[in-house]
């Protein structure tokens, strides 16, 4: 899908359980052969996958995503809502549990939920060219990203706690180094093509096509990635008696230590996402830069995480997610003034923003999931992973709409910080950073 110690182990919360009836038939565990063909599958995987998610923004946004956005329309504010979607298939993710829980396959979650998710972008390629709908396309835009994300949401549930049972606990930091950073390598191909098609079509008066021919390539993408995840050997799940809703989703959340961990990363949401959905617009309507600098600037990320991805797997299987979240959270708290910083005619910070954010991201995303990973209890992990995403979302919806309401409310505003002037999306920019401070000390202490 496009990320230690032992598990905890914690009972399931459930009245007297129904034993044959609906119980998940046990299957034999996986070979070694088989853990090690279904890890170098995921590999595969992840690289055809993430060219789908870099184009399309299906995690985290996209410079593209919010071009599209701009193009049919979308204000600040619905900027802001858009960077609030993703809470939706955080949502849908207790969707996936459930259904996980009652299926016992993860593997038709992740193939089918991902490639519905995926496949909606066939339709919303084609909105620009649709002039007949007389401005109802950024309304259609909203519904079937909104729907995309929620499918999604499905499959990512599933696709984490596969991928919790497939890779050894051991081996998760490198492993998912190594596969992040393939993964980054297929971004940095993705973005720069995309961005010169994008760039080149726009420079003859045809943006629309040029948008319908990038997210065409990225529905291709997803058709390829579902064929070969369909191959992918998934681990049994632990057999046992359907539990009521209530039982599945409340056991994860009498984990002391789990709930402490989702709350840190609820903050985390808010902090950052008050800004995420800004960055790109800022980049383009402000600094004036083309999809194609934009793009460089993601390749020039992915390129420096090419190097420290695997650097910071080691390094947390060496000393512990702990020290090594916190420093990489610490090194995130500088880069939005990057941004702040740069002008149409100098954006040296924001070469350094690229620069340092392939140092520091890569170790801060994966540390995260390797964390949820280790603190979701055994028993629910499904459930836990999704409680974690829902509780998150949360906070990425709160901050998404704030940040909206912010940035229309900032848009001719000017402070000044000494010898730095903010105004409008920049203001933002400097509360994420002080944000992001203050989250370093939460981690620290949670973690």
């Not at 009836?21 to 055809?48: F, H, K, N, Q, Y």
């Not at 079509?201 to 995840?229: D, K, N, S």
């Not at 709350?263 to 950052?272: E, N």
Request: hydrophobic residues 55%; contains cysteine; glycine residues 12%.
């Amino acid at each position: 899908m496009g990320t230690s110690t032992p598990v905890r182990h914690v009972a399931r919360a459930t009245a007297a359980p129904r034993p044959a009836t609906g119980s998940i038939p046990a299957r034999a565990p996986l070979s070694p052969a088989e853990v090690r063909r279904g890890m170098r599958i995921s590999i595969l995987e992840g690289a055809i996958a993430n060219i789908h998610i870099t184009i399309t923004g299906a995690i985290g946004g996209s410079v593209f995503l919010t071009g599209f956005a701009l193009l049919l329309g979308a204000n600040s504010f619905q900027l802001g809502l858009m960077g609030a979607l993703p809470f939706i298939g955080q949502l849908f993710q207790f969707v996936g549990a459930y259904l996980e829980e009652r299926m016992g396959n993860r593997r038709a979650l992740v193939l089918y939920g991902a490639l519905a998710g995926r496949l909606i972008w066939a339709l919303l390629l084609a909105l620009p060219l649709l002039s007949f709908l007389n401005g109802a396309q950024l309304a259609i835009f909203f519904v079937g990203l909104a729907c995309s994300y929620a499918f999604n949401g499905i499959a990512s549930n599933a696709w984490m706690s596969w991928m919790s049972d497939l890779v050894p606990p051991q081996r998760r930091g490198a492993y998912f180094g190594l596969r992040n950073t393939v993964a980054a390598l297929a971004a940095m191909v993705a973005t720069f093509l995309a961005g010169r098609t994008l760039d080149a079509f726009r420079a003859e008066g045809h943006e629309a096509p040029g948008y319908a021919a990038i997210f065409g390539v990225a529905v291709l993408a997803a058709l390829a990635a579902a064929a070969v995840i369909a191959r992918q050997p998934e681990p049994p799940l632990r057999p046992g008696a359907r539990v009521s809703p209530a039982a599945l989703f409340g056991a994860p959340l009498r984990d002391r230590s789990f709930r402490h961990f989702m709350l840190a990363g609820t903050g985390w949401a808010l902090v950052t996402g008050i800004a995420v959905p800004f960055f790109s617009a800022y980049g383009l309507n402000t600094l004036r830069l083309s999809f194609a600098t934009l793009g460089l600037t993601a390749i020039v990320t992915s390129a420096v995480s090419l190097v420290f991805g695997p650097v910071v797997g080691r390094l947390q299987d060496r000393y512990g997610y702990r020290v090594v979240l916190v420093a990489c959270v610490l090194g995130t708290v500088p880069l939005p003034w990057g941004w702040i910083l740069s002008t149409p005619t100098n954006i040296a910070p924001l070469w350094l923003t690229a620069i340092f954010s392939g140092v520091f991201w890569p170790g801060l995303t994966q540390g995260l999931a390797n964390v949820l990973m280790d603190r979701a209890p055994s028993d629910c992990r499904g459930a836990a992973m999704a409680a974690y995403s829902a509780v998150t979302g949360l906070g990425t919806l709160v901050a998404g709409l704030l940040g909206g309401a912010l940035a229309m409310l900032l848009a001719g505003a000017h402070f000044s910080l000494g010898p730095v002037t903010l105004s409008g999306l920049a203001c933002l920019f400097a509360l994420t950073s002080l944000g992001r401070a203050l989250m370093a000390a939460v981690f620290w202490k949670t973690l």
